[in-house]
């Protein structure tokens, strides 16, 4: 039911199967990983079919080698007078039986491909759920920035949810209709080529119904499609903006718009879902115009007497009595599966959109890591130790270790994000070990930019980022990111514990350090207020926390992380002037002898930096020391003496 | 919630009570086929009799017709009713959602609206569908066929009533284990949702500290819980088609078996003996639908129970039965108040009693949490008091007309909105009737003049969706413009500005001196330069007022007040760290 709206089936052919390739790789996909299940399933559904085949074929064996038979010696023992003697029902018992263990083979044949499609069906969703989320792991934030989180969601339940009627339904069932028809086709012939005739004429008048009506329903669908989206859009919109509305009073306005593209909406539905709910009908009653046809056309050829081998089965038996009720039989087994045949394929074009989606996103380009060089814990005598020291060493590819000093170099770089803008030009500088470098400038600067291209969060077009005299290129991306500490813009904390949202800076942390991080910090005060302290449960979006709390705690994932190199980006923004004056200690003992990046809209957290880059435009325009800033008499004085540098 | 969701049938009344009409009339014809088609076998075919075979094949070609016919009209009728429903359902939540209050919003959560607008309308939709086209289909077919083979042997068609009672113990045993799980999974699924939200929404934070293998194992969690369950229950589900075909084949076989006794006794004819055993697929297909639909409806009931919470919302402020309708003036007066936003919870704002004339420039200024917006949004009523009172132009802000408040009382929102449409559009919210002339004459007082023309098109540049096509600083502009147009008697401007640069902000501020002295403005942010100018300044704390006096005064006695202009202009001369160890 997740999803809701599936649209009107029918009228897809195989013809569109072939256009789908991303069916193809999901079906590759099965295939690889399921391939002897996927044998298993395809002999039960075979024994299913055959053995659904052998009850409906029964009816003529039981009528005309049994009853028939027993009613003609009923005759004749009634003829002969000797009312004792009754027919002998032995003979149709053993067939009997013999038919119940077919047909139990067959039930439990069904049984088992169905719970087999079952671990297939929802074991490929997992498989691909994992997969998708781990290549999405994987990929640049460039990708994060162009898709929205909605999309992106939608891509693990809508999509692949779409996947499981597929798998687990669809496919297995188009096979079984394939069989079935396939087995009831040489059934029909063996049993009378005429009727046979006839069935398959009208099988086909059922495909090119249900096609024309398909086509006709798919221009619909694709207009339900697209209104859907305006509709879905719109409520999106409004309903983000709702406190707004409220405020202008524009609720009137916006309800008039809303009920047009709604009835816009109802419309193009309705004529959807129309022509799609009058396929099965349609069917259904073609298949009993089959039947008439049939009975009369049998009729004909059975009372007509005429002989002949082409009135005959294959069996060159003529037409009986029997042979027409089985061939009545046989023909309601010929025209369900063809109908069912076009809705199967239907669903999986349907199917496809999400398909599509989904290895739209596997196909994405990963985030490129060619680095050879990575970080590793060393001892006092600079040997390589598997445990936590708080002392760093570089590794080369060779095995040669280098210690981590933090000497973070810029040069010449340029960078975008889309190729016609460029964001930042001919950057170069040096944070030499333990210095604070501050980032100043208007929105737009280029502030943020600099520091996400030193943690390769982006890929610079040109110049060079040297960390320790390695081209950060050439370092593990994990490692690059392990020694650099970052502090960001917008806090985001996880749902869990607050003490987990801490240890989230380093996994293997003991609660005590986490403790310790949050008192350097002075997040400990206001943790202690929560109503159950450091367990208290926090929600995804932290709405029990200000922003500001949010902010300290986010200073504290940073400080039990412990990282050699600090990035701060507006870490202390949202925490109010008296509060920042509090948590400064502890932001100063964060930074003590560690290479830091600030960006920051405060003079306080700014000034006593060792240098400051003032940018504007993706430029550095002015560089140095607080105090031969305001003597250069240029934008940061122009700055300071407004006393507050825009954000 | 039937109630409700059934009350929003409303035009297509006729249609969804027609549609099990139509669905009866295709029932009733789909039962006698079968019948005809026993007599083109005994009396035509059996009999050696063409002229029966034509007579009987004609009226089951007549009854196919009136089967067609009465099918399409079901369909048709079915769609229409559904839709509408749709339809209706989404206007009515709609509708009710223009009424909601402020604090409604925060309830539901934009999130949470959006998906009951769209997925679980579509749910109810297809549920409805269904309910109209099959649950009348299933049941009727059940009788009616028990009817016809009671009619043909009362003896054998003991054989189906035990065939039914088996498997509607069965069913209802496998609904009810089955309706658990499902409610499970779904529970499920947000768990697997919120994992890729938190994480999408994170990812800088996972990639800067390299948790994707955290993350990876957080998912696989979820992803794997979310398998066993649905393996779980759709391996219960799955029970449902060998047991439904064992009692199909053990009823033919026992029908076979007494059949052929009966044919043989001379009390069954073969040809009915092929509509028993049609009839019998018919009963035991019904039955499961059944079953389905049952598992279906249970399974959007969910859906429809978070429709019904929307349209049954009573909005928790509504217009006084006899409204004010005139603002006086731009006069504004806290009268001992109380606020907090859940009932109940922790006062947002505690024993406010402030003064305000009309026209005058009133600064807010306070830590994070400390109540300025809060204080804001109670003038506009945007939220309700707890206790004490809110007065604009003398009189209680809840004895006012919404409209008309809500008109003499703009709030500039700390979260700038825009609209996808033109600037201009935009702007016209504040004024649906401004000329582009009133519009830019707003936009010249707000700053955004220059940079709108100098956009390629100008004041008919398009706004994308969440206004993403223009900086945070632009887009605070063109909501004080939007804001400005309705030439309000108080405007609130909720950290309007802090995106903007000190000197553009210095200029906005200069405009509204000049250009509408009348208006009594509140200003409330963050950065001292902001509020320093204006006759008054509020010092909040804590939900407190902490000082209400001009700025030299508030210098010169108010230690917050000092602290905030000492961090920020003088920078913090080196004493601050002293000042937080002693602390």
New interface residues.
Partial sequence: ??????GPRGGATLKDLRNIGTVRRLFAFIFANYKISLIVVLVCIVISSLTSLA?SL??RT??DD???P??SS?AASDLLGDAGV??D?RP??VA?FK??GI?LA???A??AY??IM??V???T??KL??QV??H???LP?RF?DNHS?GD??SV??NDIDTLRQVI?SSVPRLFQSLITIAATFVSMLVLSLPLTLVSIVVAFAMFKVTRTMGNLSRKYFTERQKNLGI???F?????????????????????EE??VI??R??KS??NA??I???I???N??LA??G??LL??V???I???GWQGWWLCGLDGAALT?GT??SF??LQRNFTRPVSQISNEINSIVMASAGTDRVYALLDEASEPDAGKVSLVNVDARMQEVPERTGRWAWKRPDGSLRPLEGLVSLDTVDFSYVPEKQVLFDISLTAYPGQKIAFVG???AGKTTITNLI?R?YEIQDGTITYDGFNVSDIEK?SL??S???V?QET????GTVLENIR??R?DATDEECRAAARLVYADAFIRRLPNGYDTVLS?DGGNL???ERQLLAIA?AAV?NPPVLILDEATS????????????GM?SLMKGRTTFVIAH???TV??ADYIMVLEKGRIIERGKHWELLEQKGKYYEL?T???I?? | MFKTLLRQVRQYKWAALLTPVWTTA?VVMGIL?PYV?AS??DK???A?N?GN??KY?AL??V???F??LF??L???F???S???L??NL??AM??N??????SD?DKFS?AG??TR???DV??I???F?MLL?TSFRAPLNMVSALFMCFFINGKLSIIFLVAMLVLSVFLTVLISRAAKLFKEIFKR?DD???V?????????????????N???SK??KA??S??TL??KA??LM??N??VM??VV?AS??AL??W???F??GGTLT?GQ??SL?SYITTILGALMMLSMIIV?LT??AA?GTRIAEVINEQPDMDNPGDPVMQVADGAVDFDHVYFSYKKGGDYALEDIDLHIRAGETIGII?????GKSSLGNLV?R?YDVSEGSVRVGGVDVRRYD??VL??EV??V?Q?S?L??GTILENLR??K?DATLEECREACRQACADEFVQGFPDGYETRID??GTNV???QRQRLCIA?ALL?HPKVLILDDST??????T?ARIREAFMQRIPGTTKIIIS????SIRDADRIIVMDNGRVNGFDTHDNLLRFNE?YR??YD???S??E?D??A???K?
């Avoid at chain 1, 409520?235 to 309800?255: F, T």
């Avoid at chain 2, 959602?97 to 402020?102: A, D, L, P």
């Fill in positions: 039911m997740r999803g809701g709206d599936r009850s029964f009816t039981l009528i049994y009853i028939l027993m009613l009923q009754g027919p029902y149709l018992a009997l038919l119940a047909l067959g039930i439990a069904g049984y169905n719970v079952i671990f069906g929802q074991g969703m997992r759920r994992e989320f781990r999405m792991e994987t934030l994060f989180h992106v969601m693990y339940t687990g509709v879905n859009g409520i999106e919109e409004m309903v983000s903006g709702q406190k707004v509305v409220k405020v202008y009073c524009h609720e009137q306005q916006a309800m809303f009920s709604n009835e909406l109802r539905v309705y879902n129309r799609g709910n009058i099965m009908p349609v259904h009653n009993e115009f039947y008439v009975a009369i049998g009729a004909l059975a009372l007509g009595l027409i009720v009545l039989t208007g929105t737009g943690n969060f994990d990111r392990r650099l500490g970052i960001l985001q904390l996880f749902s989230y800076g996994l995804a200000s922003q500001g994932r992380a949202s925490i109010d002037t008296r509060t920042e004056k509090l948590i400064q200690a100063d405060r003079l306080s000034q006593n300071y407004g006393n507050q825009s954000a | 295709e086929i088609t083109i076998i035509g075919i059996n050696g063409i075979v034509y094949g089951m070609l009854l196919a017709c089967s067609l099918g399409i079901a369909a048709r079915a769609a229409y559904s839709t509408g749709a339809a989404r206007e709609y509708r959602i223009q009424r909601f209050s402020f919003i934009t609206l959006v607008m769209t997925t579509s749910n939709q297809s549920a569908q086209r699924y697997l949702n919120g890729v939200q938190e994480n999408v929404s994170a990812i800088r934070v996972v990639k800067a500290f390299v948790r994707e955290h993350e990876i998912f696989d992803a794997l979310l398998y649905n393996v759709e391996g799955a029970l088609h060998p075909n064992l084949n033919i076989i076979s078996w059949g052929a006794h044919i043989v073969t003996l092929t055993f279906q399974q959007s859906s306070g830590g994070t949490g400390s506009s945007l919404m409209q809500r008109g703009v709030m929102l979260k909105t609209f996808s919210w504040g649906p969706q969440g900086s945070g600083g939007r309705k802090s995106a903007v640069d000190t000197a902000d963050q950065r001292i330069l917050i602290d905030i961090m920020q202009t920078g913090g080196g601050f760290d000042n937080a160890l602390n």
